[in-house]
């Protein structure tokens, strides 16, 4: 004989609610235990019940750790009491950025046409193509900017004439006078 089907919704009187909290929490520690130990799984679960204040909480590596992962894929970081970040987040983001320097000055010699070597032919192929876009866009930038230079030079051609005739006007208004 098996449980009746239970509605999932908010229990509306306290101590049930408690009562459910208290009952159904045991579970979820256990199933984050299982789903770690069978997947290899890095899990954190952090509860806070409705009426203590106290943390439940179960981790597989640890909650410091998890946690400073968590923050680093998302783009935070962490920081300890005195507002200072770890020294494991500082040794994480200059890693980081030591991959990306590496990465991006691998990129700028192949623009440059070095070490072209250990390029294959799709990665070629995507410098070819690279390379062709910016030449396209600086000969476009080239063009818009002689064009803005003719359309400067004509503005002051007209401003010059204007001028002209603005004093033209100002010593015809003088004699009137």
Known sequence: MGRGKVEVKRIENATNRQVTFSRRRNGVLKKAFELSLLCDAEVALLLFSPSTPKPHLFSSHGMDRTLIRYRREKGFYTTNNNGIRTIEVWKDEM???????????????????????????????????????????????????????????????????????????????????
């Not at 991006?104 to 410098?127: I, R, V």
């Not at 004439?161 to 603005?166: A, D, E, P, Q, R």
């Open 95 to 177: 890693e980081e950025m030591k991959r990306m320097l590496e990465a991006l000055e691998t990129k700028h010699k192949h623009f440059a046409g070095d070490d072209l070597s250990t390029l294959g032919l799709k990665d070629l192929k995507k410098l070819e193509r690279q390379l062709r876009i910016g030449v396209d866009r600086r000969r476009l930038l080239t063009e818009h900017i002689s064009l803005l230079k003719r359309n400067l030079k004509t503005m002051q051609e007209e401003n010059t004439l204007l001028n002209k005739k603005l004093n033209e006007l100002k010593k015809g208004i003088d004699e009137d006078s």
